[in-house]
């Protein structure tokens, strides 16, 4: 997927005049974050259950090479194929030999965020074969000429009904329909031939269990229970980090995911993809094919943000951050929108092309205190800042005036006389009302909202006349 | 029990009132108030910034000018929670300085934090006549755990009472620079938060931090709302007297 970080005030500013958008998002907001709110208070011990799915993301990450040396021989052992790929290219790379190699004309894909990372759907149509998304966010997107996904669990969630019926009817050639059931079923009819003809299908993995070698997908519309067992060939692509020890230990982090996620106790299927079909079985495909994706994860292991890899993708963070309840996911430029995102973005596609994102938080830590896996975001947004002004990625205006800030503050008696006159003319400059309607070198306050004017005088210096006086 | 009071650099700056006000209810609890007249920054928005060597030197300057004091406390959830949730991440490597930094770290109280566990305050000086609703700063709320330390007071106040907005601990958009940085957004999530107060219809918006304060202030102003109060905590809860 192309990269448009770097763009991220720009999409900011036309996200937030976006009245339609604007709309779409309350609803959003509205209702996942009650829907989360009701459904951890089914937990007895929820931060208990966070606590333990932290160190079992933990101990993945910090053994990551041996338990992906596990998974391979257990997934080999059950018939699977496990490839591994460096880069995004050698993700479509890998999928299209695997394609060509069983003669593949048509893919069916559940949804994988991972392989938006690499655009693998332009690379399938570019090799001359058809691919249908058959999750109906990511099918949607898709009719609607690629449309970008605007959320890591919810891809279309920045659309209103009115917009997806105008899509459907334009798109399927049918009679408009106004009511979710209907547009669902309609999406249905067109999969389901799909389904029934494709000749590979393509999933994401939210988890790889080293101990079974197998694939745990989740998902709410079936749709890759029926993507990983009809057709011949099955292909898994996700990252390396999303590896766990045991099957255990994936039961813990259902408990948390899918309430994080929707509010749900349980997403309406969770598939457990073991090895192929094996003789007197009825389901699983015939070929099993794992691509397990680097893609600058490793680099983010050896990293001072290396917890963000601890993140399950369930989108609470982004469904609880201001920035993100009001700009919605199309501004952030890339795959992973929202708090991890303002991470894992600079990571994978490197920090000069996304300078803004670890800058755009206020640091509420609303983020942290909602991850399932307890990611510190704010701390983590923080080191990437710390690089930015090592590496001198900011203008330099903003440095000059924090270091200038900084020196004066480590120098009070000049600091002092400073603020003394610094806060009398601000005094004036505020007028009667105390006003500061225009602020030279802060236009990005006063640009929509006024500068309460200080009150004229230094504290420590009435203090210090306060003192002598008494 | 001897407090060292950081006032912090935006009150000092902006509004040494609440500074008083807030010297007088530590007082009223029994505290005797030490005010270090070097006091500058806490380091915040060096440290917030990425500017880490900055940062140190002006956690350095804290801690010397504070660890002699039983108790450090600041009209400030965002700058005490920068001393007792932050200091530590910058002395890692520094094993004396770290130690001096975590005895202090354990002795410093956002204000409300302090009137109630330490001080336990059985009365404050205040009184106000109307409805007020609390907006739970981010930094307090969720790096010092205020939330009901705040509202317990407000309700010793005469004549004063609380009508909660829908949303209280939703950020306001202030941020520190990034209210400067991303003014656009900044502006609407401050916009949100004035739609919030205003649905109260409460005469006050009360809080506990100056960045806040300026940020609702500055929005609330600029909407045509003039009506409305902007008021720190400790000024409602001392009254208004002396500078």
């Known amino acids: ?470 | 029990m001897r407090v060292g009071f950081f006032v912090t650099c935006l009150v000092d700056l902006m509004r040494p009132s609440i500074g008083f006000a807030a010297i007088r209810l530590l007082e009223s609890g029994g505290a005797q108030v030490y005010v270090p007249l070097t006091q500058t920054c806490c380091g915040q928005p060096a440290y917030n910034s990425g500017d880490r060597r900055d940062a140190i030197a002006l956690a350095r300057k804290v801690v010397e000018e504070f660890e002699g004091c039983d108790y450090l406390v600041a009209p400030s959830g965002s700058c005490s929670g920068m001393i007792r949730t932050h200091y530590h991440d910058l002395f890692v490597d520094e094993p004396a300085m770290l130690t001096r930094v975590q005895a202090l770290a354990g002795r410093t109280y956002e204000l409300t934090d302090f009137l109630v566990n330490v001080l336990k305050l059985a009365s404050v000086p205040g009184r106000f006549d109307g409805t007020v609703t609390y907006h739970d700063s981010c930094a307090g709320l969720r790096e010092m755990g205020v939330k009901s330390q705040p509202r317990a007071l407000l309700a010793k106040v005469p004549g004063l009472s609380v009508k909660e907005m829908s949303e209280p601990e939703t950020c306001c958009g202030f941020g520190g620079t990034f209210a400067i940085k991303f003014g656009e957004i900044s502006t609407r999530l401050a916009d949100n938060k004035c739609v919030d107060v205003e649905r109260t219809a409460a005469d006050a918006v009360v809080l506990g931090d100056l960045g806040c304060m300026l940020n609702i202030e500055g929005r609330l102003r600029r909407r045509g709302d003039l009506e409305t109060r902007v008021l720190h905590v400790a000024e409602v809860l001392a009254g208004k007297d002396e500078p």
């Not at chain 1, 292909?235 to 994080?260: F, H, N, Q």
């Not at chain 1, 457990?272 to 691509?291: L, N």
């Not at chain 1, 480590?410 to 105390?434: N, T």
């Not at chain 1, 006003?435 to 640009?447: A, D, E, Q, S, V």
């Open chain 1, 1 to 470: 997927m192309q990269v448009a970080s770097i763009h991220f005030k720009e999409r900011a500013h036309d996200k937030l005049n976006d009245a339609l958008l604007q709309k779409n998002l309350v609803k959003f907001k509205t209702k996942f974050v009650a829907a989360r709110k009701n459904a951890i208070v089914e937990l007895d011990d929820f931060e208990g259950t966070r606590e333990a799915a932290r160190a079992i993301r933990q101990r993945s990450l910090d053994d990551l090479d041996t338990w992906i040396e596990i998974f391979e021989a257990n997934a080999a052992a059950r018939g699977a194929t496990v490839l591994f790929a460096q880069t995004p290219e050698e993700v479509n790379r890998l999928v299209l030999d695997i394609a060509s190699r069983h003669g593949v004309r048509k893919i069916i894909k559940s949804k994988s965020m991972v392989s938006e990372e690499s655009g693998l759907d332009h690379a399938i149509e570019g090799a001359g074969m058809t691919v249908v998304e058959t999750d109906l966010g990511e099918y949607i997107l898709q009719i609607n000429d690629y449309e970008a996904p605007s959320h890591i669990i919810g891809p279309a969630l920045h659309k209103s009904i009115d917009e997806v019926a105008t899509l459907f009817a334009s798109k399927h050639g049918t009679p408009r329909k106004d009511v979710i059931e209907d547009l669902c079923l309609e999406a249905r009819g067109v999969l389901r031939e799909h389904y029934l003809n494709a000749d590979m299908g393509i999933s994401g993995g939210n988890f790889f269990v080293a101990e079974t070698g197998s694939v745990v997908v989740v998902t709410n519309e079936c749709n890759a229970t029926l993507a990983t067992t009809i057709p011949k060939i099955h292909v898994a692509i996700s990252g390396i980090e999303k590896i766990v020890p045991t099957l255990e230990d994936v039961a813990t982090l259902m408990r948390l995911l899918p309430r994080s996620a929707t509010g749900q106790s349980i997403s309406n299927y969770v598939d457990i993809c073991t090895g192929i079909k094996g003789q007197g079985e009825f389901h699983g495909a015939e070929h099993m094919y794992f691509i397990l994706v680097d893609s600058g994860r490793s680099n983010v292991l050896g990293s001072d943000v290396r917890e963000a890899l601890q993140c399950i993708r369930c989108g609470a963070c982004m469904n609880h951050c201001p920035v993100y309840q009001n700009i919605g996911g199309h501004a952030y430029g890339w795959v992973y929108p929202g708090p991890i995102g303002s991470i894992l973005t600079p990571m994978y596609v490197g920090l000069e092309n996304a300078p803004d994102l670890p800058q755009a938080s206020t640091m509420c830590n609303q983020c942290g205190v909602v991850c399932p896996v307890k990611i510190p975001l704010p701390d983590l947004q923080r080191k990437l800042r710390e690089r930015e002004f090592r590496e001198h990625l900011r203008p330099w205006t903003e440095r000059a005036g924090l270091k200038a800030w900084a020196w004066l503050a480590q120098r009070p008696a000049l600091y002092a006389f400073a603020s003394r006159i610094g806060v009398r003319m601000l005094r004036r400059w505020g007028g009667a009302d105390g006003r500061i309607r225009h602020l030279p070198f802060g236009k990005g306050w006063t640009m929509g909202r006024d500068m309460p004017a200080p009150a004229g005088r230094t504290f420590r210096d009435l203090y210090r006349e306060r003192e002598t006086t008494a």
